[in-house]
Structure formats: C-alpha cells, structure tokens
C-alpha cells in the first residue's frame, strides 16, 4: 500500500499544527462558532448528540495492521473502547472530548493517518472497490489512480470550499462493487480497443434527498488527463452550484438544471484551457504510484487442506458467503462481518480491531480493507490458512457468515447519534437480525441487500438497498418508509416507496411479509431483487398493506 | 490604527479607496426556510440606477464596481493611465459577462474580488480564472469576508494581497499564508505539482 515520504507527512503534521491553532482561537473566541464550523468540518469533526463526532479519513478503504492497531489504542485512550466503519470506508469516533482531537490527529500523524476533507464542502475520501487488486474480474487495478486522485485532491486551492460535499469513487472491475453511479464523479477504469488505460466518467450521481444516478459525461477518458478533467467538471459545479439553497446545492441538481449535454458542453471548455497543463499525469508518475501497490509475495499454489473441514457445516457456510474469489490460485479474499445482532452494523471493538489487526499479519500480508457495506476483509489469504482464521476469527464474533444476506444491513448511526437523523436506525437494524438469525433461512432466502438511513441524508445507502429504510418524523415521533427495488453496481437503480410508513415496533413484521411475499413468488434460483423487478411492487403492498394496496 | 491590507506577504497601508454604489432595495429572499446569503452565478448586481448614482473621487487611486467602471470607462482613460482606476468585482459575477468591454485587463493595476462570506469558495475559481485563463498579471485582492484560514489557498489561486475583515488582526491573519509548506497539486502560484518538482518517495 501507499507509503508516504517527507512530503506527505509534513502535509498531514503541519495540519494538526494548523487545526491545533483553529481550536485555540475558538476556545479563545477569536473565532465564532460559524466561522469555526467548515474549519472543523474540514477536519472531520462533527457537533453530534452526546459529544463531538470525529471521522478518520481511510483512504479508498485502504489501513496497514499497525493502522488498526493505533485505531483500537485511540478508540480506548481517547473513545470508549470502539468504532463505527461508515459507508464512505471511513471511521468514526463518537465519544472524543473537543480539546483531545489534536491528540488524536497527532497520533493519526504518526501512522500515516489523518482527518483532512472527511466532512465540509469538499472533495471527500475516495473510496473504491473492497477487491481492488485482488478480484479475479479486474480489469485494471484502481488503487493507484485513487491514490494519485488523494493527493490531487488533498487541500485543493480552488475547490476548497465548494457549494456542497464531493464524492468521488472509482472502480476497475467488471462487477461495479463501488457504485460509481452514485456518486458526484463516477470513474470506470478499463482498456480501450488500443489496449490503453481509459476512464468512463459519470458526473452527477448522489443519494441524499434527491437520489439521482449519474450520467456519462465521457465514454473514454486518457488516463493522463483523470485530473484536469475533474478539474474542469470542479471548476464548472464551483461557480454555477447552487449556493442560495443547501439542499440543491450539489452537483446531480445542476446536472440536471442544466441537461448532460449543457453541462458537458461548460466542462469541454474549460478543460480546453487547462488540458495537458501542468496537471496532466505521466508514465513515470503512474510507476511511481504503481510500485506501491504492487503484488505481495503470493507463494506458489498448493493443496488447500478445505476438503477436510467441509463437513463442518458452519465453516462451509461462512466459506461461501463470506470469502471471494481471488486472481491468484490458492488465494481468497475474506470479509468478516461486522454484522453480527450484538453490535450496531459497522461498529467495531478495540479488541476487535486488535484481532483483525493480528489475523492481517499473521494471513494477509498486513493489510485490512474497510468496504463500504461496512465490513473488514482480509484480501491475500491462503485456501489452506481459512479454516484456522475462521477459528480465530470466530472467537471474536467476526465470523458470522451473512455477507450479502438481509442481515449483512448497512446502516447509519442514526438518532442515537447523529444530530442530523430524524429517527434511529440501529435498533431498526438489530431487531430485523434477531428475527432473522436462523442461518439456513437466512441462506434460503439467498441474496438481498437491505439498507437503513435515519434522515434522507441517505448515509445509510438506503436508495441502492434492495430493501430500503428511511427514518422519518412525522409530528415528532420516528416512523419508517420502505423502498423495494434499489440495487448498487452495474444496473443501478433507486428503490420504489411501497406505501405510507410504518412505526418502529411493526418494522420487523414488515420485513418478514416482504421475505414471505418473494419466498412464495419466487422462481427456483431467483433472487430477491430480480423477483422485485419481474413481479413489480403490487404483491408486496397488497400482503403489506392488504387489499387497499397501500395507495392511501 | 494598523492596516489591513497584505500585499506580498506584509501588512501595508492601503493607497486604494473603495468606491461602493448606493444601496438599492432588495427583498429578502428564502430558500428552504432560510434566508439567501449567496446570489447566483450570473444573478443581476447593480442597477442601472446604482451605476449612475454611484460618485466617486475625482482624483486618487479609487476601486469603481466594474459595471460603473464600465459605464465611465472613456471619461477615464487618462486617469488609467495614471494607474489610478481599479475595480472591483462580486463573486456571482461571470467573468465573461464583463472581460470583452474592458480594453486591456492589464491597464487596471488592481482587480479586487469581494467575498460576502467566507464559505463562498466561487473566489478561488475566479482568482485562478483571471491569472491563468485572462492572464491578469497586476495586484489581485481579496476583499469582504477575508480571514485568515481562507489566505493559503486564496494565494494558491493567484490572489497576492488581502484586505482582511475590520475587526481582525492583519498581522495574525498573514500567518495564514504559511500554513504550508508543500502542496501535492499544481496551482496558481506554483503551477507544477509536487511530483514534478522534487524526486519524491
């Protein structure tokens, strides 16, 4: 993975320096509260409920063993004891105290992590495919250009406070795992017809209040022009964002104000004027970045030892569902899942941490994958160490094998949190894994993602859930909306509101009327989602909502 | 009282003299239950009214709001000659609506930009449109809602003096331009990114 020289860390220490300084001068009141705000925001640091929120930049989901490592010690030093592993394959802390956070930073400084742009009106994290390097559908490896896209982006002058946040994430896979579509800027590594490296560019995309999927606003890009031309889209959404109102404030509503082609047609001319400038990526910055993420010392293929404990029901179950395949033979990548029903989705313990931190070193070269389904992976393990790394990992309850079943839930912090949310969402969360937690049900009824937001900030990704839930207020009190038919990847689509919402208590049962409606509908092999699409929405209000359908 | 003003990196007085135009009556706009603080891109400034109402000093080195500017620009060609016109512009204001009726951007010794508040990020688009795209190449300032966490990226984009807000301490906020001392990416005043200019790594 990326190592930095003296030139990032002298970035990332002179901004603890500078953020220690901004702290100061609002605790002395020499800045206000309203002029501290982006400052702090820039650093990641959120006023929530209880006490400030910090979020830990992972960049493209990307943590050494000894990153994890310093993580878990901050989370007890400084936290109570855990994490949350957000959605944008960041972290958060939710108990820091406002005069520790340089601590922190300092301490993030010294293992090559930082804060920088993981909140505020700005180019966030990059995030990318969880398989990056190792899936066996890759086309290209997107690593090093989200590392070359970091540094671009890391206190970019101009785009420093844009009209509204900026997402970016890139994929080189044939298999979307990124969902570029939904994002601000959406980049498509793949080889042209010359055997080039060219980028598909959508601009656009965004779940939020306004979910929208991206459109193509360039079918093949140069590589060596991924900057200037983000640049130049940048510069276009800097000047005519919508600035007058905070919810039509990002790019997708410019988008489509002005048309694709409109749109194009601004970012064309001012590419014009910066293409091949200064900024265009060469040949010899693309191998320096590459060497980083070059092959780890895969040993030769032997036999795997995974005959002898497929009779072991519970490890063949986890094998299926929570390895993936690997583009080396003898090799799979494993996820263990943050999903257990004994802590919220994505949370993790310091002695979690510790462990996945050990089990990288010990099975995977060192390296731990944060998804944006919220779970670790460990991407280089050998067939023949699986077994032994389910034992450990089973110990520390990582091992539960759920991962792209209904209880495998993304899912926000929520109400019990986050001061934005209309409504919990963890809870919502835990009493759906409870009534599910028959694994050979859960197996059954095969592939479905669900996904919880508590507000239409839609953290929770419930827009691209095959089942959605959205916390809403109504009058006061939390009620819950439900969407069928949203899907990430390739054929992204927004999910479709059923009906009027439900309360908290009758979430579950919901639930299970929605799984009984496809269980009895389903073709033999049919998973959730393509059953949604070939028999529509009706079926399902009428068993939710009964004969009224839901069209009150 | 101390100045204002960064010019190059030091606190110097200030030899300009702001011309603003008469206020004119303007509703007060909501969106989403709050009030507008930021106008469009594009959005009218002044009236034609405002312009032929706003009075300036017939001698001296006065910044003129550039419609009005525009609207006397043939009265004051001996006075640009002197250097002694400069204007300045709103952040919602294209650059196009205005740079073809200016004759020659590089007679003016001085465009001021002025940011309403500070999150208003359109200043930093604008300063790098006007050195790299107009190539402007006389004093470019930040004026309005200048403090000093914005002045390292107002310099990287090709902003070289500051007039920070009133009730703040110039000599604090110049500490601002050296937040830094490398950046990864190519700007205005350092145009090559970090990778061309040192061996790294």
Not at chain 1, 214 to 224: A, D, F, M, P, T
Not at chain 1, 306 to 325: A, D, E, P, V
């Amino acid at each position: 993975m990326y190592k930095y020289d003296s030139l990032d860390q002298t970035i990332v220490n002179e901004r603890v320096t500078q953020y220690e300084g901004q702290l100061e001068r609002f605790l002395k009141k020499e800045l206000t509260e309203e002029e501290f705000r982006p400052l702090r925001l820039q650093n990641g640091l959120y006023i929530q409920r209880h006490a400030p929120m910090l979020r830990v930049a992972i960049p493209y989901g990307l943590l050494s063993s000894t990153q994890l490592k310093k993580l878990a010690d901050i989370s007890v030093k400084y936290d109570r004891g855990y994490g949350h592993f957000s959605t944008r394959q960041n972290i958060q802390f939710n108990w820091p105290k406002l005069e520790d956070t340089p601590k922190i930073l300092k301490e993030l400084a010294s293992v090559e992590m930082h804060a920088i742009q993981t909140s505020g009106n700005c180019i966030r994290n990059i995030t990318t495919d969880q398989f990056a390097g190792v899936t066996p559908d890759e086309i290209i490896d997107p690593r090093y250009l989200a590392e070359i896209i970091r540094q671009w982006s890391t206190f970019h002058p101009e785009f420093a406070l844009l009209p509204r946040k900026f997402k970016i994430a890139i994929t080189g896979a044939s298999k979307d795992r990124a969902i570029v579509q939904a994002h601000d800027i959406g980049l498509e590594v793949f080889s042209d017809i010359n055997n080039e490296m060219a980028i598909k560019v959508w601009v656009g995309g965004g779940l939020g209040r306004t979910p929208i999927l991206g459109s193509v606003i360039k079918e093949s890009l140069s590589w060596k022009h991924i900057l200037t031309y983000c640049e130049a889209i940048l510069r276009v959404y800097n000047l005519y964002g919508r600035r007058d109102n905070m919810y039509k404030a990002r790019i997708k509503i410019l988008v489509k104000a002005l048309g694709i082609d409109k749109f194009k047609q601004l970012v064309e001319r001012e590419w014009e004027s910066i293409k091949d400038g200064p900024n265009t990526i060469d040949e010899s910055e693309i191998s320096r970045i590459k060497a980083f993420f070059s092959e780890p010392n895969y040993k030769a293929n032997k036999e795997n030892n995974l005959k002898k404990h497929i009779s072991n029901k519970s490890f063949s179950q986890w094998l299926l569902r929570c390895t993936h395949g690997h583009k080396k033979k003898g090799y799979r990548s494993v996820t263990l899942s943050l999903k257990s029903n004994h802590q919220a989705p994505g949370d993790a313990t310091s002695d979690q941490m510790r462990a996945v931190a050990l089990l990288a070193e010990q099975y995977s070269f060192g390296e731990i994958r944060v998804s944006h389904e919220q779970n670790l992976i460990l991407a280089d393990v050998l067939e023949d160490n699986l077994f032994e790394l389910w034992e450990k990992a089973k110990i520390h309850q990582l091992t539960t094998p759920n991962i792209g079943l209904l209880t495998d839930i993304i899912c926000c912090p929520g109400g019990d949190f986050c001061s934005l949310a209309n409504a919990k969402s963890i809870p919502i969360a835990k009493s759906i894994q409870d009534i599910f937690d028959d694994m050979d049900y859960l197996h059954d009824i095969g592939e479905i993602n669900l996904n919880i937001s508590g507000c239409m900030n839609a953290c929770g990704h419930h827009h691209v859930g095959h089942i959605g839930i959205l916390g809403v207020d109504k009058d006061g009190s939390e009620w819950y909306q439900l969407t069928l038919g949203g899907n990430q990847g390739n054929f992204a689509s927004i999910g479709k509101v059923i009906g009027p919402s439900f309360s908290e208590e009758e979430m579950p049962k919901i639930i299970k009327k929605i799984i009984s409606t496809y269980v009895k509908n389903r073709h033999p092999d049919e998973i959730f989602i393509d059953c949604v699409s070939r028999i529509g929405l009706d079926p399902f209000k009428r068993e939710v909502y009964g004969e009224k359908g839901g069209n009150i | 009282m101390s100045s204002q003003l960064i010019l190059n990196n030091s606190v110097v007085n200030d030899e300009w003299q702001l011309v603003m135009p008469p206020e004119a009556e303007t509703a007060i706009k909501k969106q989403a239950g709050k009030v507008v603080i930021f106008k469009l891109t594009g959005e009218g400034s002044l009236t034609k009214e405002q312009i032929e109402n706003t009075t300036f000093p017939k001698d001296g080195k006065v910044v003129l709001p550039v419609s009005v500017f525009l609207h006397h620009q043939q009265d004051l060609s001996s006075r640009i000659s002197k250097q002694e016109i400069g204007i300045w512009i709103e952040t919602h204001e294209e650059i196009d609506s205005f740079i073809n009726d200016i004759d020659d951007i590089n007679k003016l010794p001085l465009i001021s930009v002025r940011v309403k508040k500070f999150a208003d990020g359109r200043i930093f688009s604008i300063g790098n449109l006007l050195r790299m795209k107009y190539k402007y190449k006389n004093e470019l300032r930040a004026i309005g809602d200048v403090l000093r966490d914005q002045l390292f990226f107002l310099k990287r984009s090709g902003f070289n003096s500051f007039l920070i807000r009133k009730d703040r301490d110039a000599q604090d906020a110049l500490l601002g331009l050296s937040d830094f001392t490398n950046s990864y990416q190519g700007a205005v005043d350092q145009k090559k990114p970090a990778w061309k200019i040192t061996k790294r790594n």
